[in-house]
């Protein structure tokens, strides 16, 4: 199999990293703070837990939090946050909110204190939630028809059952039925400090940034606590779920193991064996089953870190007369992971390829705040790239070799296929046990 050769992605120097300051204020809040001067910009990050939130509720709410307060409509909000160039957006998933914006650096006062007034008082206003339930239903109902949505809530589903992690997507008729009335009690419920944490980086000196930080959001209710998520199910592993698409001229292939947790000390290993996989353009995946075969435009593998636990997917989007084949040349690559080694060629580009990206990762603002904040909400602190980076220098093939014969063995991962099952399920069962 040919490899492909992969540039050097920057300079070999030093991987350095700006400094990292914090304040824990008395209402629970964390506040970090990272002077980068590159533009006159502030980037704001506020993480909440958010574990256990029913999920049309949540996403209803993360939709219309920005939509008015006791004192402010939507428009003033937004009319005040464009006068001193700045936005804000909220977001929520099965871990947490959240809160994300930015700024020119003399104007994040205003855009701290905006962020203050919407999560000690957001109003929630009926036209408003009206609005907004019903455009989400309907990017929903969208979403349905498309092959990428179907197969990932047929994945999530056998992976983690009951769990949070396993309904990511409300039903469009549970969304429809959010009141304002409910999404202040969940509010009043759920966004609270204790736990959370707020992340600024910019053009400004770190103690004034967390002075900043502290004189906006030092007098948020601090009453709540956060509720801590359960581990994920173990995988239990089983016959090929398949999943069935009528007349459909593409099959979405997805399978999925459980992998390493990002605090584990063979997590850069991990990435390195992901990456020789399917994790890049130049991997044994995309060499296989797109540039040898032909079979897929954008095969690919990641790995995803949650709080609850830790997963490895692989993906491919194959044409329907060839489902059978694409899967098993995936499940070889597999194998051949998991019972060999990769050529020290191999492990070497797909270094260079992920130090590269840390330092693209870390070039601009907004990449440091979300890093910052992503790592937030494991315990960790930016510095924690620093360790990770050496980790990834000193990884060898043999413990590449080693992770990736736990990691990659076919017999631990969960197969699911969407897509015409009247044309691909003989070809599949030919392949393996296919489940009802």
Not at 168 to 174: H, N, V
Not at 258 to 280: K, M
Not at 306 to 333: C, F, Q, R
Not at 398 to 404: C, E, G, I, L
Request: net charge negative.
């Amino acid at each position: 199999m040919p490899v492909l050769t992969v540039p050097d992605l920057a300079p070999d120097t030093e991987f350095t990293l700006p400094g990292c300051h914090e304040r824990t204020l008395a209402n629970g809040l964390t506040v970090l703070a990272i002077h980068r001067p590159s533009v006159p910009l502030a980037e704001v990050r506020l993480r909440i837990p958010f574990a256990y939130a029913d999920v049309a509720e949540s996403s209803v709410l993360a939709q219309t939090l920005l939509s008015g307060t006791a004192d402010k409509t939507v428009v003033q909000i937004a009319a005040e946050l464009q006068s001193v160039g700045g936005a804000l957006s909220a977001s929520v998933d099965a871990d947490r909110m959240l809160i994300a914006g930015n700024s020119l650096v003399d104007g994040l006062p205003k855009v701290l204190a905006t962020i203050a007034e919407v999560v000690d008082g957001a109003a929630y206003p009926e036209d408003q939630v009206e609005s907004e339930r019903n455009r989400l239903a309907d990017r929903i109902n969208v979403a349905r028809q498309q092959p990428a949505h179907l197969v990932q809530v047929a994945l999530l589903e056998r992976l983690y059952g009951d769990h949070p992690y396993g309904t990511q997507t409300p039903e469009p008729d549970a969304v429809s039925q959010m009141t304002p009335d409910r999404l202040r009690a969940l509010h009043a419920d759920r966004l609270h400090p204790a736990g959370a944490t707020l992340v600024i980086v910019g053009d400004l000196s770190a103690e004034a940034a967390l002075d900043a930080g502290e004189a906006a959001l030092g007098g948020w209710n601090g009453a709540g606590s956060p509720r801590e998520i359960a581990p994920v199910p173990a995988l239990r592993t089983g016959p090929l779920v398949l999943v069935d698409r009528p007349a459909s001229v593409q099959s979405s292939l997805r399978i999925a193991v459980t992998a390493l947790p990002r605090t584990d000390p063979d997590n850069a290993a991990q990435q390195l064996a992901n990456l020789i996989y399917g994790g890049y353009f130049s991997s044994r995946l995309v060499a296989n089953i797109r540039e040898d075969k032909g079979y897929t435009y954008s095969p690919r593998s990641v790995v995803d870190h949650g709080l609850a636990g830790s997963s490895l997917v692989i993906s491919a989007d194959v044409a329907t007369e060839v489902t059978a084949a694409a899967l098993w040349e995936t499940w070889y690559e597999m194998g051949r992971m998991a019972v060999g080694e990769p050529t020290k060629e191999e492990l070497e580009q797909a270094r260079r390829y992920a130090l590269g990206t840390l330092r693209l990762g870390t070039a601009t603002q907004s990449g440091l705040a979300s890093l910052t904040s992503g790592f937030a909400g494991f315990g960790l602190r930016l510095d924690w790239l620093l360790e990770h980076a050496g980790r990834l220098a000193e990884v060898t093939v043999d413990d590449v070799a080693r992770v990736s014969a736990r990691l990659f063995a076919p017999s631990n991962a969960v197969t699911v296929v969407l897509g015409d099952s009247g044309e691909i399920r003989k070809p599949l069962e030919a392949l393996t046990a296919v489940g009802a």
